[in-house]
């Protein structure tokens, strides 16, 4: 009898799986679609988010390579309290600086070509397409999942034909990593980095190729979402 019920327990640990200490069954491995519906769940509730980071391009041709760079950083009260600035300088010079402005009062945008005039918009979306070229793509990244609506903005979270590439570490911090397709039709595939805990996105990587220019992009974010944000990062200024 001893025998027979070691047996019935073994083929019934083999059935429901693994558990943990406290005796609940593990999670399932997650894929990919889930991982990206998950991300964008965790951005469109968020209380608050900030981030700031940086976007570097290699630009490759064959006679020189060059790396132009652009900064950036975002500060958002749910549901409309927002800023957003980046700064772009591919070529040396000045940077190029992009800038929104979004709370009770309206929406502003300010660009570094113009730096005498603050345009009024009338609608975020508008104002996340706006900035889509001169900010590298930031303005839409992430605002664009916070804000939905935009032509340019938040398809980060929408990838055709996502798969999972394995996890990943960036700086000792391991995060899920995916890869599909922004733009089905380029035949170039985008790759992201998802925090593991928060589904935040942490960094993007992304080839093109035009003619015989060949651009290398990466995007890399440091996060914050659900914690106070200061009245001065959503201070808009020209």
Not at 43 to 57: F, I, K, M, P
């Amino acid at each position: 009898l001893t025998i027979r019920c070691l047996f019935l327990l073994l083929a019934a640990s083999v059935v429901v799986g693994c558990s943990d200490d406290n005796g609940s069954q593990l999670a399932p491995e997650v894929t990919a679609e889930q991982i990206l519906e998950r991300s964008r769940a965790a951005y469109r509730n968020a209380t608050s988010y900030q981030d700031s980071g940086t976007v570097e391009t290699v630009y490759i041709t064959k006679s020189r390579e060059r790396i132009g760079t652009t900064r950036f950083e975002t500060a958002y009260v749910a549901p409309r309290t927002f800023r957003f600035e980046s700064r772009m300088n591919d070529f040396g010079g000045e940077d190029v600086v992009y800038r929104i402005g979004q709370d009770e009062l309206g929406i502003e945008v300010w660009f570094s070509s113009n730096p005498e005039m603050v345009q009024a918009v009338d609608n975020i979306q508008e104002a996340i397409d706006m900035g889509a070229g001169v900010s590298r793509d930031t303005t839409g990244m992430i605002a664009g999942i916070l804000f939905p609506g935009s032509k340019l903005g938040g398809d980060i979270v929408e990838l055709t034909d996502a798969k999972r590439l394995g996890d990943e570490s960036i700086d000792g911090v391991t995060y899920f990593k995916l890869q599909g397709f922004r733009w089905p039709n380029s035949g170039s595939p985008t790759t992201l980095w998802v925090d593991i805990e928060q589904y935040l996105i942490r960094q993007v990587y992304e080839e093109q190729h035009l003619g015989d220019l060949k651009t290398q992009t990466t995007w890399s974010y440091q996060p914050v979402i659900n914690e106070p944000v200061g009245s001065e990062a959503l201070r808009f200024e020209q």
